[in-house]
């Protein structure tokens, strides 16, 4: 028979779903103020128990009275047990690329996600299933008066009774998620989008809707939702478009803003693309064109910020929208660029006053930053513009990655002021310190690729085949493949043919959105990508400010105990 879906087709099938069902133990119900006494979980896929994973926790304060006659666990069971800082990251690491199941998720996922705010790890935004909403969903009030997990534990008859303790409640959790997904899968539920997109959280018009995503391909592209009007509402970049598109009319798109989009939405068209890269650029520039109302990023492709050099015979500082060549940036907002602004002024000596000096016979009044020994006040005609060009001369090998001493002596002052135990300015000049070597770095990476006027790399497709970039300047010229058994070099020559003409303007970046070139950078440094060839070498200036990411490693660990301890 034709024209049948497949499960593939459908989505990721239940059966080759890896769930880590899990179940905590706390002091309270708390989040905030409560800490985690015991981690339980079973990882099972298609039916088959893969691993458990069980520990206690030493939540380093007292154990309630009633906590302990309803959970059994004790201040002296948990004395010698390992901290959170120790079990969270086995856990993470166990629950890995899983969906979570608990019952009452949001009690349990909420003690995890608040440890991982708490002890500095990235909260992995996993799909979530809970056992009470599915049941409510599945069950009907006759069958099943309590969503309790002892009752339903009952209901499906578990093979172990849950007792308050976490291990023994996500075995029985376990055999309830297995009794409702045979009952969902009797309705036609078979993957788990349908499955989130089974829960009450779906709204009618979501559901009304996934008709839209029906004739997109399984294939990488960006996909652009338009409203009744034709406007664009929102631009996105899928690697498969099809299985992208049908998520946003499941449960599992549960950000309001994007159900409204959704609600609004009358239409999906779609771009295929060759591979993830031509995607994303393609994403970019479709933002920055058509700028949808639901998109909150990336509208404005050049609305970037610089630091520059003013055209005078004593230059000083200013933030610019426009690149110019020798300028710092693009940097992403105002606050930054003011805060590199600084510490460029302190570490090279360039004044810090906005006032424009004439070349000849300078007359005014010092003023307050020259008794404060910020300024050489050249305004008074106390620093001739020979005594001043050392200091544009360091500013600019600085930015121009010829060398760092502007740096070290920055580095300096935060040590003369913490000597003399003025610790909060140190501090500000610590962090803008590490503002502008971020900055520096990413504006000499950007840079550094940005001049070649052609690059072409290929990256491995995880088939046998190959994937193209054709680069100029900067940008994104050409993309395309090789499949596994094609030559490459006459793919290369066609793709080099057909690509697009770039005309480069004003260094920095010759004219490229910043954006774009860092997407394209990003490519470039994942493993496996290789050269095929370039016009000129790729090279990165030698005393570049990548050369202080040690610095910058000590820096942010003293940032991160410092408000430890406040």
Not at 351 to 362: E, G, L, Q, T
Not at 453 to 462: F, K, Q, S, V, Y
Request: glycine fraction near 6%.
């Amino acid at each position: 028979m034709t024209g049948q879906l497949t499960f593939d087709e459908l989505g990721t099938p239940l059966r080759e779903t890896t769930f880590v069902v899990f179940d905590l133990e706390t002091t309270g119900g708390s989040h905030e103020a409560d800490a985690i006494t015991e981690f339980g979980a079973v990882k099972v896929r298609g039916g088959r128990v893969l691993g458990e994973f069980a520990t206690l926790v030493d939540p380093e304060r007292g154990i309630p009275p009633e906590v302990v006659a309803l959970t059994g666990i004790t201040e002296v069971m948990v004395s010698a047990a390992p901290r959170l800082s120790e079990v969270l990251p086995a856990f993470l690491e166990f629950a890995a690329g899983s969906v979570l199941v608990a019952h009452n998720a949001g009690f349990d996922v909420g003690f995890v996600r608040s440890a991982c705010a708490r002890l500095g790890y990235a909260w992995p935004k996993p799909t979530v299933v809970c056992t009470v909403k599915l049941g409510r969903r599945v069950l009907s009030r006759e069958e099943a008066p309590s969503c309790r997990l002892s009752a339903l534990a009952a209901l499906f008859r578990a093979e172990t009774v849950p007792i308050h303790r976490a291990l023994a409640d996500a075995r029985a959790t376990v055999d309830v998620l297995h009794g409702l997904l045979e009952r969902v899968g009797s309705l036609g539920v078979q993957s788990l989008e349908e499955l989130i997109g089974y829960l009450p959280e779906v709204t009618d018009t979501q559901r009304r809707k996934r008709t839209l995503a029906e004739d997109l391909p399984n294939e990488p592209g960006v996909y652009l939702f338009r409203g009744p009007s034709e406007e664009v509402l929102y631009v996105g970049t899928a690697s498969d478009l099809r299985r992208r598109v049908r998520q946003y009319f499941t449960a599992g798109e549960t950000r309001r803003r994007l159900r409204e989009m959704v609600a609004l939405a009358v239409r999906v068209d779609h771009v295929v693309c060759a591979h993830s890269l031509e995607a994303e650029v393609r994403e970019l520039r479709l933002i920055g064109a058509h700028k949808p109302a639901y998109n909150r990023r990336s509208k404005n492709p050049h609305n970037a910020w610089w630091v520059a050099l003013t055209d005078e015979p004593f230059p000083r500082l200013s933030l610019v929208r426009t690149p110019r060549e020798g300028a710092l940036g693009p940097l992403r907002s105002r606050t930054l660029a003011e805060d590199a602004m600084h510490a460029l002024t302190q570490a090279t000596g360039i004044r810090p006053c906005s006032v424009r000096i004439p070349a000849r016979a300078p007359s005014a009044t010092p003023c307050a930053l020259a008794e404060l020994d910020r300024c050489k006040a050249p305004c008074a005609g106390l620093q001739t513009a020979a005594e001043y060009s050392p200091s544009v001369e360091d500013l600019t090998n600085l930015v121009a990655g010829a060398h760092t001493t502007a740096l070290h002596t920055l580095e300096t002052r935060i040590l003369d002021l913490s000597t003399a135990r003025r610790y909060e300015e140190a501090r500000t000049t610590r962090d803008r310190m590490s503002t502008l070597i971020r900055s520096l770095d990413r504006a000499q990476r950007l840079s550094s690729l940005a001049r070649i006027a052609e690059l072409i790399a290929a990256r491995p497709d995880g088939t046998g085949g190959w994937e193209f970039a054709v680069i100029r300047h900067g940008r994104l010229a050409s993309a395309g493949t090789a499949p596994r058994g094609v030559p490459p070099m006459p793919v290369v020559d066609a793709l080099v043919a057909s690509a697009e003409t770039v005309f480069p303007t004003t260094a920095p970046l010759y004219g490229a959105p910043p954006e774009e070139t860092a997407t394209i950078l990003r490519w470039l440094n994942r493993p496996g990508t290789r050269l095929v060839r370039t016009t000129t070498p790729w090279s990165e200036p030698a005393h570049a400010a990548a050369t202080w990411h040690p610095w910058l490693e000590r820096a942010d660990h003293a940032r991160t105990r410092q408000y430890t301890q406040d």
